[in-house]
């Protein structure tokens, strides 16, 4: 049992690079997001999607994109790669919208730690 | 400015101590949720609270959000090691899409 898959893990990049993040979920799960979490600040809603073909921002989503062409995959595309997005992101999926319970309940990926010099 | 702050922000205790970590916030949630993360792996969903001065109940661990559900505390009974983790509060917003927001966590550490 899979369940969210991030790749890669690990990655630096220079500033100004571009790069995607993966995320791919096996439970058939509607709502997928992906957050950032950086030191005292827990994590940051960055974009998610409701389903295929459907994308919507976060909180923070100033230098990144999302498409959501497939129920199973969400990748975060970075576009021109600056310092300030060195974090850990992450990818979490729930088959219906989060609510904590139920069918609502966010799983979450094991995280990509992302280094931008 | 964060939605939710948690604090403490670091607790470090020894094996066997009681200790609380609060979870604040001046806007009103739908529900809440606490969740523990371990190094190297995302977090984990530990409870989901609902209605106002709700308590729940998991082992050692005691939850309650507050009657005016805008926050909520986190109550842990003879700690252990095992215990040792950061302690993220969550809280739901619905805007037509459901969306969690996190707290600035707490990180906890048991000394055996």
């Known amino acids: 049992n899979a369940g969210v898959t991030q790749t890669p893990k690990f990655q630096v990049l220079k500033t100004g690079q571009s790069m995607t993040l993966q995320c791919a979920q096996d439970m058939n799960h509607e709502y997928m997001s992906w957050y950032r979490q950086d030191p005292g600040m827990g994590l940051r809603l960055i974009h998610y999607s409701v389903g295929a073909g459907i994308t919507d921002q976060g909180e923070v989503p100033n230098g990144y994109n999302v498409s959501r062409s497939t129920t199973e995959d969400f990748p975060l595309r970075l576009l021109s790669a600056a310092p300030s997005q060195t974090s850990v992101y992450f990818c979490?999926?729930?088959?219906?919208?989060?609510?904590?319970f139920g069918n609502g309940e966010l799983f979450f990926g094991e995280g990509s730690r992302l280094t931008v010099l | 400015t964060q939605l939710l702050e948690q604090s403490p922000q670091f607790l470090s205790i020894q094996e066997g101590e009681n200790l609380t970590v609060y979870c604040n916030s001046s806007s009103v949630f739908s529900s809440l949720q606490w969740y523990r993360q371990e190094p190297g792996e995302g977090p984990v969903l530990l409870v989901t609270?609902?209605?106002?001065?709700e308590v729940k109940k998991l082992k050692r661990l005691t939850f309650q959000f507050g009657d005016a559900r805008k926050d909520s505390s986190l109550h842990i009974t003879a700690a252990q090691p095992g215990d040792t983790g950061l302690y993220l509060c969550?809280?739901?917003?619905?805007?037509?899409?459901?969306?969690?927001?996190f707290g600035t966590g707490t990180r906890l550490t048991v000394i055996p």
């Open positions: 979490a999926s729930s088959l219906g919208l989060p609510t904590g």
């Open positions: 609270v609902v209605t106002g001065g």
């Open positions: 969550a809280g739901l917003i619905q805007t037509g899409a459901n969306n969690l927001f």
